[in-house]
């Protein structure tokens, strides 16, 4: 998908200011409201926007533990695994990846005792073979999407902008 300048900086608005509405959005912008809902809606259609929920911290819910779960899988078990994993609320995430196993599962537990007890979950699961454990001892930097989207708009104020008829 091409990105121009004005979706940039109205990604970048966004993710600044998530609360501040559409209203807001068009006045920064210079834009009219119904631009910034048009474009909205383009980019939620295309999937660069993957969704408004509210961003919530496990840790916040007393899920205090996060760990890394590499699973290694019976040949041919993948579908049959995740299907199970989407079962498992601690499973935060999941990820069929090269080397180290082949799902990295994000988790979230309330106690280490709670991971011990999740990981043999996962164990018992059909398919999977085996595990390997890494809790997080501190986030150092936080998932983020923000700096991707000031480096398209710095290259992007940077270069030209092409005329399509040449």
Known sequence: MHLDQLDLELL???LEEPQAGMREYARVLGV???TVQARLTRLEREGVI???APAI???GLGFTVLAFVHLYLAQGQLDNVVSKLNALPEVLEAHTTTG???LLCRVAARSNLHLE???QTLLALPGV???KTEISLNQRVSYRVLPLVQQLRSAHTRRPERDPGT
Do not use: C, K, Q, W
């Open 32 to 34: 009219a409201r119904g």
């Open 50 to 52: 993957a969704g408004h």
């Open 57 to 59: 911290s496990p840790s």
């Open 12 to 14: 970048n608005l966004l």
């Open 129 to 131: 073979t085996r595990t």
């Open 100 to 102: 180290e196993g082949d």
């Open 117 to 119: 007890e999740i990981v």
